[in-house]
């Protein structure tokens, strides 16, 4: 079992920066996949980046590319999501999601593990 906790969350300004985290614990994560997902009110969860826990690939949604950078540090069992021009359409539950394997997967449905969520709003 992998238990994951999201922090960092709560309102920015348009233009601006927030930063995510993600603690894991439970068990190693070496062949794990982690992941940020987000939803937004009314809308479906959406892939929104991950990184490979043992060879540190990075792969981002196009929305966010450019503008979001994922990364983990092994030592902590940590990952962060460093979010940087923000925008209205951002405003979203962020959640930090893992997966065994060494596929990728954009969809939700595949996730293993799933953290409850932090609440990211980005104001105009």
């Known amino acids: 079992q992998v238990q994951l906790v999201e922090s960092g969350g709560g309102t920015g300004q348009a233009g601006g920066s927030l930063r995510l985290s993600c603690a894991a614990s439970?068990?190693?994560?070496?062949?794990?996949?982690l992941y940020w997902f987000r939803q937004a009110p009314g809308k479906e969860r959406e892939f929104v980046a991950a990184?490979?826990?043992?060879?540190?690939?990075?792969f981002y949604a196009d929305s966010v590319k450019g503008r979001f950078t994922i990364s983990r540090d092994i030592g902590k069992n940590t990952m962060s999501l460093q979010m940087n021009s923000l925008k209205a359409d951002d405003t979203a539950d962020y959640y930090c999601?893992?997966?065994?394997?060494?596929?990728?997967?954009?969809?939700?449905?595949?996730?293993?593990?799933w953290g409850k969520g932090t609440l990211v709003t980005v104001s105009s």
């Open positions: 999601a893992g997966k065994a394997g060494p596929v990728i997967s954009r969809d939700y449905v595949d996730m293993d593990y």
């Open positions: 439970g068990r190693t994560l070496s062949g794990y996949n």
């Open positions: 990184v490979a826990w043992s060879a540190g690939s990075t």
